[in-house]
């Protein structure tokens, strides 16, 4: 699976970026992730494809478990779904389904990170594992 997390907001603090850091290099091994960085909506717009099954991430979408995340992250895999874009910061644009990881409002550098967390921990239950080490 192809995942590419887009951003849109301001500066993300050193430490948030180093523990996104840490779930990149444990995602590798499952799946391919990037993180995109962008200022402003109009520079995440040219940077979208079509191709891509966009996913919002906002605190008016459907709030889902750890084990709804393994299954959704199953079923596009298996439905021909494997470029996904997670868009946060940003709720205006095209998109296919609007998720929450809570009802309260986070700083974009946390929810970034919750998000890129919760996707080792998906890929851990889709794969039978341990999420502790």
Do not use: W
Request: charged letters at 30%.
């Amino acid at each position: 699976m192809n995942l590419k997390i887009f951003i849109v907001g301001e500066k993300i603090e050193k430490f948030y970026l180093e523990g996104i850091k840490e779930y990149e290099k444990r995602l590798s091994r499952y799946c391919k992730i990037q993180l995109h960085h962008f200022k402003n909506e109009e520079s995440l717009s040219k940077k979208l494809s079509d191709k891509h099954y966009k996913v919002f991430i906002s605190t008016k979408g459907k709030i889902i478990s750890s084990e709804d995340l393994a299954d959704k992250i199953n079923h596009l895999g298996v439905t021909g779904k494997s470029d996904v874009s997670l868009i946060i910061g940003t709720d205006s644009i095209p998109h296919d389904e609007i998720l929450s990881i809570s009802p309260m409002e986070m700083d974009l550098g946390l929810k970034t990170t919750i998000i890129f967390e919760q996707i080792y921990r998906a890929y851990r239950i889709l794969n039978n594992e341990p999420y502790h080490k």
